[in-house]
Nanobody
């Protein structure tokens, strides 16, 4: 699976941003999709995940983004989105999308495929 993320940018605290990740090369519907992020000097961490529709696992969020971020999938466009609202300076990071065919919940250590990141910078 090839993953291409986009949508990052520079925003102010309280603003919103939507990230997109287009998947190609394999059957999108067979993969759980996740968003992860890595802030400067920190380890990569889980942000949000959306399971395959047939698995019944639904969505899963890190506590730090619950209520502010929403992950969604468009199967017709082979795309996963991350809607980010009420952004905070601590959300500043490179955001990565990733795909995994088996594991749930998703973990930064077990993903099958990674895309290149997109930088999100939130100014105070």
């Amino acid at each position: 699976v090839q993953l291409q993320a986009s949508g990052g940018g520079l925003v102010q605290a309280g603003d919103s941003l939507r990230l997109s990740c287009v998947a190609s090369g394999r059957t999108f519907g067979n993969y759980h999709m996740g968003w992860f992020r890595q802030a400067p000097g920190k380890e990569r961490e889980f942000v949000a995940a959306a399971a395959t529709s047939w698995s019944g696992f639904g969505t899963h969020y890190a506590d730090s983004v619950k209520g502010r971020f929403t992950i969604s999938r468009d199967y017709a466009k082979n795309t996963v989105y991350l809607q980010m609202n009420s952004l905070k300076p601590e959300d500043t990071a490179v955001y990565y999308c990733a795909a995994d065919q088996g594991s749930w919940p998703l973990s930064v250590y077990g993903m099958d495929y990674w895309g290149k990141g997109t930088l999100v910078t939130v100014s105070s």
